[in-house]
């Protein structure tokens, strides 16, 4: 089964791609499925993380704090998508539950490195730095409402699916590239055993002569005399 997929990579990708951009166009014609995106997204994005947090995390404190947050990521989520499946789906709350979420969670980040010790890395800083700051831009601007994340989901969704339809393009490469080296392999082997099976019908059609005993003349005149 792992070779399966390993060899028809290129088809999962290409429907990957596929989706994605059925995803983006669907979202920019109904943009209140976004709330259905957005919901899910966080949903997955608490369930998840529960357990491999709760389980790596040693402070007492941080443990609780984390535990809310994720109560919280889910609890969030699912208002989002109840309120997706409303005929005035409301406009601000997308808005005002992302953005929250984004600042809350740059908060805890600072509070554990910080007052916590928890240990971090710049990649890490770097990331809840953007965070921290993308969440009040997301709450206190007009922006980032349903039909405008819509936009800019399809552009994300326009570079995600070229980015894997070529990567499926470079893998359906290299599969036919395999398909052309074992079908020569399989050729070259064909026409040898053809020229060997040739060769054995040869033998045996025309058999090489028997050596005939050749006689010396001086070994005849000598026989002669004894004679």
Known sequence: MKNFFKKYLFVFEWIGAAILLAVGIVVVVTPDIFLYIAGIALIIFGLFRLYPLLKTTK?????????????????????????????????????????????????????????????????????HIGVITLGPII???????????????????????????FDGYKNY??????????????????????????????RKEDPLPKKEEVIIPEEEKGDEIRA
Do not use: C, H, P
């Not at 989520?77 to 499946?85: A, D, F, K, Q, Y």
């Not at 709450?139 to 339809?165: G, H, M, P, Y």
């Not at 074992?182 to 026409?191: G, L, S």
């Open 59 to 127: 402070d007492r404190l941080m443990m609780s704090i984390y535990l809310v947050e994720i109560l919280l990521n889910v609890v969030v989520g699912i208002l989002l998508v109840l309120e997706g499946g409303k005929d005035d789906a409301s406009q601000s709350l997308l808005r005002y539950s992302v953005g929250g979420i984004l600042w809350l969670r740059g908060v805890l980040y600072f509070f554990a490195t910080v007052l916590r010790k928890e240990t971090t890395d710049y990649a890490q800083f770097a990331t």
């Open 139 to 165: 709450v206190f601007t007009d922006f980032f409402n349903q039909k405008n994340l819509a936009w800019i989901l399809l552009i994300f969704s326009i570079l995600s699916a070229l980015v894997i339809a």
């Open 173 to 202: 490469k290299n599969y036919r590239y395999e398909w052309l080296a074992k079908e020569e392999t399989r050729r070259v082997k064909k026409k040898k055993e053809k020229e060997e099976v040739i060769e054995e019908e040869d």
